[in-house]
């Protein structure tokens, strides 16, 4: 059987220098083939805009807890956005290699048997062991490779579920790519978060879990 040719995803949320670089070159190497990919989802120009607020807050990611919750969030931002761009890539190029290298993108030729789409999570275990730290945890679910963990500041909104990103309405910080046990730090202290996670495989996001409300101190 053929093998069927995909974008490879060769970045980790832990990476960020990488994502800048993916990013940059996309917006390099797709802004030269516009012929083949005329409406990309993701406009060049979000990207080259997304790679500079990554870059500005990587640089200054040491400038206290407002500059590390921007760095996060950044990060956050641009992986939702290189995802989105890689599904619009796929679907454009169809298994054609030649194009999906047009995009910028890497190809891979490794088949994937696709899981079905994880489940709901149980609520998130949460402990607030102080100086702004909260520590999340979540049981394993089926099928998940990894988690995604939402943390409403304040005002908790819609979230938004695509089929390889989440959004919320409202101000939050959104941990990707995560394991079943994250630690967040640089929270204003007092502030009063909300917390509720989902389970991720290669086929989709699966639906929220119960949320859980917690102080921080």
Do not use: C
Not at 9 to 34: D, E, F, P, R
Not at 57 to 79: C, F, P, S, V
Not at 128 to 136: H, V
Request: no cysteine.
């Amino acid at each position: 059987m053929a093998k069927i040719i995909v974008v490879l995803i060769s970045w980790a949320l832990n990476k960020q220098l990488g994502m800048i670089t993916l990013a940059t070159n996309i917006v390099t190497v797709m802004g030269k083939n516009i012929a083949t990919y005329a409406l990309p989802d993701i406009p060049l120009t979000v990207l080259t805009t997304a790679a500079k607020r990554l870059q500005d807050a990587y640089n200054a990611r040491k400038n206290g807890a407002d500059a590390k919750l921007e760095y996060t969030k950044a990060a956050a931002a641009m992986d939702a956005l290189l995802h989105t761009q890689a599904t619009y890539v796929n679907y454009t190029a169809k298994g054609d290699e030649a194009k999906i290298l047009l995009s910028g993108f890497d190809a891979s030729t490794n088949a994937r048997v696709k899981k079905p789409k994880p489940g709901a999570t149980s609520a998130v275990g949460t402990n607030t062991p102080g100086g702004g730290l909260l520590e999340l945890s979540v049981a394993k679910v089926k099928n998940a490779t990894s988690y995604i963990f939402i943390i409403f500041m304040d005002v908790v909104g819609e979230v938004i579920i695509g089929r390889n990103y989440v959004r919320t309405t409202t101000d939050s910080i959104i941990v990707t790519r995560g394991k079943t046990k994250e630690t967040v730090s640089f929270l204003p202290i007092g502030s009063k978060v909300t917390v509720l996670a989902l389970a991720q495989n290669a086929t989709g996001i699966g639906p929220a879990g119960p949320s859980r409300t917690k102080i921080i101190n």
